[in-house]
């Protein structure tokens, strides 16, 4: 059963780390989880992200830049002074949810290895050392538990249709599966992990890249973002290893 909470305390001192936090969909993301009270913590890799941020200079994100999610020194230095400050404001940290990554568009007999391992290391080596960080961190507070929410994609759940994408297709996928794993082994410690799976998202981007297509079908991004927000939040209770289709009409 779904336990409703008010919307304006349903992340109260609840502190949520969001990879990927300033692109389209992070955004949306990030927008939701402050109005319900967190306090979100974001890397950033490339200053230049900033610029189409609009929560840049809001008082509840944290922002630290020159982090690459795929070095395991930095992804363990990130983590431990979020947890750091979110014990300072008596708070925890609540949530993981990781939106970076990577897409690769090219025929099989294009793709390079060099292509592979980028899309590896950007979808499934960032979400790995997020997913193990985030969780020694909820396991050793003295409540354990929290949340972790990956971004797999359609193509993770059917991926015949991964066709011309075959690089991006298997990292995803492999998200997927490390999803399933990873929320077996911590449902004791009342860690809940999920994964949404987006088809093609309705973002101006991809408007350019298909001018052509019905673009009324393609889920939103702030519908993409209510689902995340569902699944990171203490009102789920009892979802864990999905691998939720958010397809609007597409």
């Known amino acids: 059963m779904l336990r409703t909470m008010p919307a304006t305390t349903l992340f109260s001192n609840r502190h949520i780390v969001v990879t990927g936090g300033t692109g389209a969909l992070g955004s949306a993301v990030v927008a939701r989880l402050i109005a319900d009270g967190a306090s979100c913590h974001i890397p950033v890799f490339d200053d230049a992200e900033l610029g189409r941020f609009p929560y840049a200079t809001d008082s509840r994100v944290r922002i630290e830049c020159g982090v690459d999610l795929a070095e395991e020194a930095a992804v363990q230095g990130f983590f431990q002074r979020s947890a750091n400050e979110a014990k300072a404001h008596s708070g925890t940290l609540w949530a993981s949810i990781h939106i970076a990554g990577g897409f690769h568009y090219s025929p099989l007999v294009d793709t390079a290895p060099t292509d592979l391992r980028k899309m590896i290391d950007m979808n499934v080596v960032t979400c790995f050392l997020c997913c193990r960080e985030a969780a020694r961190h909820m396991t050793g507070q003295p409540k354990p538990g929290g949340r972790i929410v990956n971004v797999a994609a359609r193509p993770a759940l059917e991926p015949r249709l991964g066709a011309n994408m075959s690089a991006y297709t298997a990292a995803k996928a492999?998200?997927?599966?490390?999803?399933?794993?990873?929320?077996?082994?911590?449902?004791?410690?009342?860690?809940?992990?999920?994964?949404?799976?987006?088809?093609?998202?309705?973002?101006?981007?991809?408007?350019?890249?298909?001018?052509?297509?019905?673009?009324?079908?393609?889920?939103?991004?702030?519908?993409v973002a209510s689902t995340i927000a569902f699944l990171a939040s203490p009102a789920n209770l009892s979802t864990r290893g999905g691998i939720v289709p958010v397809f609007g009409a597409a």
Do not use: F, Y
């Open 174 to 223: 492999g998200v997927a599966a490390l999803t399933q794993a990873v929320a077996e082994e911590l449902v004791p410690h009342g860690i809940l992990v999920n994964a949404v799976a987006p088809s093609i998202m309705d973002t101006p981007a991809n408007r350019r890249a298909m001018p052509d297509a019905d673009h009324s079908k393609w889920p939103s991004c702030d519908d």
